[in-house]
């Protein structure tokens, strides 16, 4: 299970969120407002490495090699 990163477009919050799947609707702690995905910060593999060539977006990866 991945923690991804998360903006809430209503506040302003940034935080982090332990999900089950890249796919999953997260909502903001403070307001409850639907957040969008935040793309920023270094990308790790399954491994435990840093990922070359990763932008973050899982949506549109073929899988961390």
């Known amino acids: 299970m991945p923690v991804l990163q ?4 209503k506040c ?7 999900v ?8 903001c702690p403070d307001c409850g ?5 935040c793309y920023a910060g270094t990308v790790y593999s399954a491994t435990g490495k ?3 060539k990763c932008s973050g977006n899982c949506a549109t990866c073929g899988g961390c090699r």
């Open 33 to 37: 407002e639907k957040a969008d995905r």
């Open 6 to 9: 998360y903006h809430c477009p």
């Open 20 to 27: 089950k799947s890249h796919e999953e609707e997260v909502n």
């Open 50 to 52: 840093p990922a070359k």
């Open 12 to 18: 302003g919050k940034k935080f982090e969120e332990l």
